[in-house]
């Protein structure tokens, strides 16, 4: 949230954190600081430095608790933008679950940002930084930029404009004047000391990285990516679908599938697999279908209002089985894992009655002939992180999700795609980005996937939304599969 939005309640929160957590004064504090006692940061306090449009700050809650927080700056700079964190602080009972790292992933993302700082006496901080960017804290690229960091930056921090700052190629730190106990911080699993000096009393580090820096930390960046599927479903959650032209197809979509299965009934027990807004729920609905179920895992109030169930679709069992199941648009390729999407496939089987359908599609990998796509092996490490970080992000999900038209990256051997995603909220001032990793499929692929699920194809076409118009294998976004049990 932008500084300027800082309530006093949301204050009381952060200051009973900040005061229960950071640390303790250090033995050499000087009077009136009590050596031993609680760093405290009163309510007071936090409004007149925070609240106001300067800042920006990131609160992490578990359930209604606050547990972390982060205070940072953005600055449009004469070589870029720069993002400063002057405040972050975790508290002790939810350190070590890489809430730092992700606080600080949160402010820049896979943003192209000139440089990353933060100040801090904290080594865990210094490693969150350099974990969060892929990047090491390095004292001789630090160098480089001190002037741009002394004109551009330091004077618009209050307790840095006039601060002392060593930056000498071996070390970068600088005199806050802030007396913090070293006793209980963890030295970290570096040594942070050695690589960007020790830290005299009152001192703190003033971490630095930079976008032209070597990435280094490919172990951890590979893992980002193969958790990125949690957030991709938190990317569809966000998605305005009801206003994407794509969705505004849904009867039209649904009559057509029932001209292909004549013999499908209004009587007959149906269900939509990854319902998203329930709109093909409301298109059966709509055309007389009383027995219409949907499942999905990122649930909408509007799929909620239309009783779509909470599920995944990968191990969800109804007390029914059905006639017909759907499972539209990408539904089964939304998991990077193969065995993951097979697992719906089967689990579709597993609800159908014997003679029952399925009505599925697939991304086409095919589609464009890959205009805009570029190929790229995973199993390099090195060479595939450089790539993600090249890719620029789209805001195709939050605008006419329209994602095949945006630059990807293409991996063969695996059949994934890589595209970025901005979500941009009217009230949040930090942009939300995801690497949306999505399995397309070719025809014979899909097919064999399907008959291995125990499910006899009947028909199958490249289609795009609305599923009138009979397209080829270039110009078809879809792969439309109907099968049966």
Request: aromatic content about 10%.
């Amino acid at each position: 949230m932008p500084g300027d939005r800082l309530t006093a309640d949301l204050a009381k929160e952060l200051s009973e954190v900040f005061s229960s957590s950071y640390g303790v004064w250090s033995d050499s504090a000087p009077a009136p600081l009590r050596p031993g006692a609680r760093i405290r940061m009163s309510v007071a306090k936090y409004m007149a430095d925070y609240a106001n449009s300067n800042y920006k700050i990131i609160v992490c809650r578990n359930g209604q608790s606050t547990v972390g927080h982060a205070v940072f700056m953005e600055k449009q700079t004469t070589k870029g933008r720069v993002a400063l964190v002057v405040q972050l602080v975790v508290s002790e009972e939810h350190r070590h679950r890489g809430i730092a790292k992700a606080m600080m992933h949160c402010i820049w993302g896979f943003s192209d940002y000139y440089a990353w700082a933060v100040v801090t006496s904290s080594p865990c901080t210094v490693e969150a930084i350099e974990s969060a960017t892929f990047r090491r804290v390095k004292p001789s690229r630090i160098m480089q930029d001190t002037e741009l960091f002394k004109s551009e930056i330091l004077p618009e921090v209050p307790f840095l404009s006039t601060a002392e700052w060593i930056a000498d190629g071996t070390k970068s730190i600088v005199n806050t004047m802030f007396w913090t106990s070293r006793s209980n911080i963890q030295e970290g699993r570096t040594d942070v000391k050695g690589r960007i000096g020790t830290l005299p009393e009152g001192y703190e580090w003033l971490a630095i990285v930079f976008r032209d820096q070597e990435l280094d930390d490919f172990n951890s960046y590979l893992t980002l990516i193969e958790c990125s599927g949690r957030f991709v479903f938190e990317a569809y959650a966000r998605m305005p679908q009801a206003k994407q032209n794509w969705a505004q197809y849904a009867a039209t979509e649904v009559e057509q599938i029932l001209k292909w299965l004549p013999d499908i009934d209004r009587n007959d027990h149906v269900c939509d697999f990854g319902s998203g807004s329930a709109r093909h729920v409301k298109a059966l609905l709509g055309l007389g279908f009383h027995n219409v179920k949907g499942v999905d895992l990122a649930l909408t109030d509007e799929a909620r209002a239309f009783g779509v169930a909470h599920g995944d679709c990968r191990d969800w069992v109804s007390d029914v089985k059905f006639r017909l199941i759907t499972c539209l648009f990408d539904v089964i390729g939304s998991f990077p894992k193969d065995e993951d999407n097979k697992r719906i496939l089967r689990n579709i089987s597993r609800n159908l009655v014997v003679g029952g359908y399925a009505v599925i599609s697939v991304a086409n990998s095919d589609f464009g002939g890959k205009k805009g796509v570029s190929a790229v092996d995973a199993e390099d490490r090195r060479e595939f992180v450089k790539s993600v970080f090249r890719l620029q992000p789209a805001n195709a999900m939050s605008t006419d999700g329209e994602f095949f038209c945006h630059e990807s990256l293409w991996d063969k051997k695996t059949g994934l795609f890589y595209h970025k995603e901005q979500f941009r909220d009217p009230i949040a001032a930090l942009p939300a980005e995801y690497l949306v990793v999505d399995r397309r499929f070719t025809a014979s692929e899909i097919e064999k996937w399907v008959e291995d699920a125990g499910l006899k194809v009947v028909l199958r076409r490249f289609v795009r939304a609305g599923f009138a118009a009979d397209c080829t294998e270039e110009t078809g976004k879809e792969i439309l599969i109907i099968a049966r049990k």
